[in-house]
């Protein structure tokens, strides 16, 4: 895994995180990297429909690990006690990653893009108190006049993804073995 870069893409409820996360993803991939993504979920997700065989064996079975192999996509459901630590979850499942990108994990120390719109309310994380301002690469936002502690990126602009790709590739964490 000696390479790898990671950063993660934060922001609040309804921001655009996910969209985000697609689209930079995408053009990472377009630019011939080897993107892989780690998605922080607060909540129980289900990867399978309740009564099919893979949940049968994850949730009846209470198998340690499901690996659900389908042609072109294989899912993995696990039970794990470990903290969620997105490095040690790069290391585990994304090895040969050029980059990871991580949706979500505001709390770890990793260098961050924000993504924060007008209409979702509340301020820009970057902004609270106590914020890692050193830790964000961009705060990316459709408002044209906020002041923040870090790079800013409008969306109205029709270059920032070039941009926020090698903002993010220059700044992301270097994972090492």
Not at 104 to 123: C, H, M, N, S, Y
Request: charge should be neutral; proline fraction near 5%; aromatic fraction near 6%.
């Amino acid at each position: 895994m000696a390479g790898t870069r990671i950063c993660s893409i934060v922001g609040r409820k309804n921001a655009g995180k996910t969209t985000l996360a697609v689209a930079l993803s995408a053009e990472f991939a377009r630019r011939k990297r080897r993107v892989m993504t780690i998605k922080h979920a607060s909540h129980p997700a289900q990867m399978d429909v309740p009564g099919t065989d893979s949940w049968r064996h994850f949730n009846e079975g209470k198998s340690e690990r499901v690996v659900l192999a389908c042609p072109e996509e294989r899912y993995i459901l696990e039970r794990s006690k470990d903290d969620l630590d997105p490095v040690a979850l790069a290391k585990r499942y994304l090895d040969g990653a050029d980059i990871v990108l991580v949706e979500g994990f505001k709390q770890a120390p990793l260098p961050k893009v924000e993504i924060w719109r007008k209409d979702v309310g509340g301020t820009p994380l970057v902004l609270e108190p106590g914020a890692e301002v050193d830790r964000w690469v961009v705060l990316i936002t459709d408002d044209k006049t906020i002041e923040a502690p870090c790079r800013t990126l409008l969306v109205q602009d029709t270059m920032w993804m070039n941009i926020l790709v090698a903002l993010v590739w220059d700044h992301a964490t270097v994972i090492t073995t």
